[in-house]
């Protein structure tokens, strides 16, 4: 136990340090839009920085490893799929969404599809973010829970409490500036924690001895299951809240298509360094739950290497969540409290109550996702759940950029109502027939607004035959 209090104290002052750097944000954040923008913009590695924070939580390291316990270094390509997805973003639509001057996936559809799928968007997006912020949870009451010697659900409510009066002080400003120093000392940890665990079975050339070979081909997870994570990743990359908000922080598009590119340049060594983890713990560990891989891992360094660790996953921890209560308020703020109080988008500096609502919308979404975590057994799959639901919205924002004539406002609507249903009850039936719920989430945009295009496609046709 003195090892572990020991990290838990070096962690703990860890987060005191982002704390007073938050504090020091707040008095940045004086209104809402300056809460939820920033109030400045920043540069692209920076940005790269504060996205590749964002993406990577406690599940990127709990979860991968989880995985990798089962498969091997296959599980990489759950993070892997990341990287890809920000590759692609950045030639597909990092301009496009700078030069369109929108900071909301919400209000990238109002100006195509209408205010129906504008509010459906805004649901389904919150709906997304708060699955993710269910792993978060889930993943780092696991690691504290271990640390503490107390049981999960006790570390989730506490990890929980401390997350909301985390996020509420320093806005958007804050948050870049701490996930920049998460991002780093995530990096620290899971080297740390990847060095130390190859040690304890005896290097990298004893593993590939004692591991089965499936354990080290890129495919063992299955091309369904890897190609799923590559669409569900890509998807969420296209699509999430904040994303968009992020690149929108820089000042012109060509700074936006490079922060997206360091951002996968930062996502790809995480992930396999993770995966090794899992890797040694199912040799270390053989008969544990492979949720506590990671944890118990964790559990074995001495003081000082475990303490740099947790300072890591406390980082991802609070760098996710922050950026999740953040992007959900944003949209809380502009899809429901100004329509609500019959205000234009440009509210005043002078209004107290606009900040007001984004400071306690802030702290409420950090709150609600506590009971689902305490249920959550496997935080990579709800993770990945979520990573579905927007990939939904990836397949609309591409036919808004490359295809605007392509179906119909009333189809994009349809399309995002059946996904958010179809989607979570295909998960919840345990993704009958082996198709992962990626597939559904993709399939069904698709389907939809190709029926709502042909009546357009067939007057079409007629003119054209009238002409002739």
Known sequence: MGANWTAMSLAIAYILAMGVISYAAKRFAN??????????TYPALLVGFLLMSEFIGTTASVGTAQAAYKWGISAAWNLAALGIGFVFYAFLFARKFKELGENT??????KTYGKGTKLATSIIMIAALQIVAVSVYASGGAVLAGLLKIDRATAIVITGMVAALYVSMGGMR??????????????????????FALSQVGGMGELRARLPAEMFAVDTAGWPQIMAWILAGTGAVFSTQYVLQAIS???????AQR?????????VPFG???????????LLFPKINALQAFPMIVSQMDSLMAAVVVAGLAGSLFGTISAISIGTATLLYKDFYLPAVHKADAVTAADSRALMFVRIASTVVCLLPIPLAIFAPDVLKVTFLAKSLRLTLAVLVLFIFYAPQ?????????????????TIGWYLAGDPYGIDNAYVALVIPLIVMSVSHLPRLMSSSRTMRDTA
């Open 259 to 267: 922060a997206s590119l360091y951002t996968a340049l930062l996502l």
């Open 272 to 282: 396999l360094a993770a995966a090794l983890c899992g890797m040694c713990a199912s």
């Open 249 to 255: 922080t820089v000042d012109n598009a060509a700074k």
């Open 406 to 422: 392509f179906g119909t406002p009333k189809g994009a609507l349809t399309s995002i109502l059946l996904s958010l249903v179809l």
């Open 174 to 195: 804050s948050v870049i500036y701490t996930n920049v120093m998460h991002a780093i000392v995530k990096y620290i940890g899971i080297l740390v924690a990847t060095a």
């Open 31 to 40: 209104t809402a839009h300056n809460f939820t923008s920033g109030g400045t």
């Open 105 to 110: 996936i919400s209000g990238v559809m109002a």
